[in-house]
């Protein structure tokens, strides 16, 4: 038996496919040549793209991690906290492209949306551990 739309909660790691989602976009946006000269990219694209591939990068990586020990939650902890990290170190890269390049207003408040939105989840992720895991906090 399925559960009405409107009843419906998300689902627990909903955090993947945003980033998911904030990479694709990211790479689409970082390698139109209407949004940023080729000459440019090497200087500022490739660090946004990095830093949103790190975000990926951690949050897959941290949910690999089976916490059954202290030393687990602790890698699991630090992987949601770099993933974090660098979230708003894209956020901070974002805000210098967008000042350089006059891109168009809504095409950055789109992306930094989904910056944020990544935030909010991994906060939430990072919060739901430490109530599961109560056992393993210092």
Same mark, same amino acid.
């Given at each position: 038996?399925?559960?009405?739309? @409107?009843?419906?909660?998300? %689902?627990?790691?909903?955090?993947?496919?945003?980033?998911?989602?904030?990479?694709?976009? /990211?790479?689409?946006?970082?390698? !139109?040549?209407? !949004?940023?000269?080729?000459?440019? &990219?090497?200087?500022?694209?490739?660090?946004?793209? $990095?830093?949103?591939?790190?975000?990926? &990068?951690?949050? /897959?990586?941290?949910?690999?991690?089976?916490? @059954?020990?202290?030393?687990?939650?602790?890698? &699991?902890?630090?992987?949601?906290?770099?993933?974090? @990290?660098?979230?708003?170190?894209?956020?901070?890269?974002?805000?210098?492209?967008?000042?350089?390049? !006059?891109?168009?207003?809504?095409?950055?408040?789109?992306? /930094? %949306?989904?910056?944020?939105?990544?935030?909010?989840?991994?906060?939430?992720?990072?919060?739901? $551990?430490?109530? &599961?895991?109560?056992?393993?906090?210092?």
């Amino acid at each position: 038996m399925s559960v009405v739309k @409107s009843k419906r909660g998300e %689902g627990q790691l909903v955090v993947f496919t945003k980033a998911s989602e904030l990479a694709a976009f /990211t790479v689409k946006i970082c390698s !139109n040549e209407k !949004n940023f000269p080729k000459r440019y &990219r090497w200087c500022v694209t490739g660090k946004i793209v $990095d830093s949103v591939l790190e975000i990926h &990068r951690c949050i /897959t990586q941290a949910n690999a991690v089976y916490v @059954s020990s202290k030393a687990d939650y602790e890698l &699991r902890e630090t992987l949601q906290k770099q993933a974090l @990290s660098a979230s708003y170190a894209a956020l901070s890269l974002m805000d210098v492209a967008y000042r350089t390049f !006059n891109l168009e207003e809504s095409k950055v408040e789109n992306w /930094t %949306g989904l910056v944020i939105e990544v935030q909010n989840y991994l906060k939430n992720w990072k919060k739901s $551990d430490a109530e &599961r895991f109560k056992e393993y906090i210092g």
